[in-house]
């Protein structure tokens, strides 16, 4: 499963607001909650997020292997 856990940390650490991200990136509300409930997003977002936080995919994303 990918977490979004460290998006929110490198966000503060950059004083990087989610209006920010709206405003900057383009990105919408809709995905905003789809990475706070650690849904799928697509790969284009993640790029975008990249480039406005200028971070590395480790800085906001983690993989966490589910147990059976």
């Not at 920010?20 to 789809?34: H, M, V, Y």
Request: charged share 35%.
């Amino acid at each position: 499963m990918i977490i979004f856990n460290k998006l929110w940390k490198t966000m503060e650490d950059k004083n990087i607001s989610t209006y920010l991200l709206r405003e900057k990136c383009g990105i919408d509300s809709k995905t905003i909650r789809r990475l706070k409930a650690n849904e799928n997003i697509e790969t284009k977002t993640l790029n975008k997020l990249c480039l406005v936080l200028d971070c590395k995919l480790e800085d906001i994303a983690e993989f966490i292997k589910e147990e059976s």
